[in-house]
């Protein structure tokens, strides 16, 4: 592939909206590759996306069996208790066949890598909870306009 | 395919800019690769990532990425950052004279 005449990426700005496994781990992957290519990376968790940064939270993650036609599972099926975990289970075991690590270990590789993890203030504010609430890899909990200002140069990417 | 002179030595490079033939590779065309790619000096640990990803390359085909060179070589991701900034999988391989790794993580 040619991209010669492009500018290559310097800096990228990921959002991670979804507290879903499989809403968490596209945007953990995309930082960690931007990293691993020499490319600035900044995390900003918002919504529900901030159960991946959740002490408490961050290795209870499922993937969702109801709502998601990805599964090709009808909605009945999902619903039967203990779906979602098997589910769960059989995902991360084929993640970690691709070297995916699991979410904390992941959240620690990147941030390790140089990635700069945040979480949103409108957010932390709904849901009531504290800086103390989150892992040691978050540096701060930041407004929209900080992180607009943080990301001054950067691609930004919503998932 | 096209070359490239690495001091007084041509060799051959794919499309990623890294060497075609292992063959071609030795200890001291490593060094002149990592000067090029702004590492001056290859230290002892800088040696144990570049002999642990030729070793893996032999036995499995594909250079490792970060994740399996942090949980198998005993150099954690950071240090692994600060030996071979701008992504340690790549540049690593680049120096080990290995293809770009194909992982994603």
Not at chain 1, 63 to 89: C, D, E, Y
Not at chain 1, 118 to 138: E, G, I, N, W
Request: proline residues 5%; aromatic residues 8%.
């Amino acid at each position: 592939m040619d991209n010669h005449e492009y500018e290559p990426i310097q800096k990228v700005s990921i959002i991670v909206s979804h507290g879903s496994l499989e809403g968490v781990y596209p945007g953990l992957i995309m930082a960690n590759g931007a990293r691993m290519e020499g490319i600035e990376a900044t995390l900003f968790f918002t919504f529900f996306g901030l159960d991946a940064i959740i002490d408490k939270r961050m290795d209870k993650l499922k993937v969702a069996t109801v709502g998601n036609p990805g599964m090709h599972m009808p909605t009945m099926i999902g619903m039967l208790p203990g779906m979602s975990a098997f589910a769960t289970k059989m995902m991360s075991k084929e993640m970690e066949k691709l070297d995916i690590p699991p979410v904390r270990e992941f959240v620690e590789m990147v941030s390790d890598a140089g990635c700069r993890l945040y979480a949103c203030k409108a957010s932390v504010d709904m849901f009531h909870l504290t800086k103390k609430d989150f892992c040691s890899q978050v540096e701060g909990i930041i407004s929209v306009g900080k992180f607009y200002e943080i990301s001054a140069g950067a691609q930004i990417i919503f998932t | 395919m096209p070359t490239k002179q690495y001091g007084e030595k041509t060799v051959e490079i794919d499309a990623d800019g890294h060497m075609a033939n292992r063959a071609d590779w030795d200890a001291h065309l490593a060094e002149v690769i990592a000067c090029e790619e702004g590492i001056p000096h290859l230290t002892d640990r800088h040696w144990l990532i570049i002999n642990f990803m030729r070793k893996e390359f032999e036995q499995k085909g594909d250079a490792p990425s970060i994740r399996r060179l942090t949980k198998e070589s005993g150099v954690a991701t950071k240090e692994l950052y600060e030996l071979f900034p701008k992504g340690p999988a790549k540049k690593a391989a680049k120096i080990a004279g290995l293809p770009k790794p194909q992982g994603c993580v």
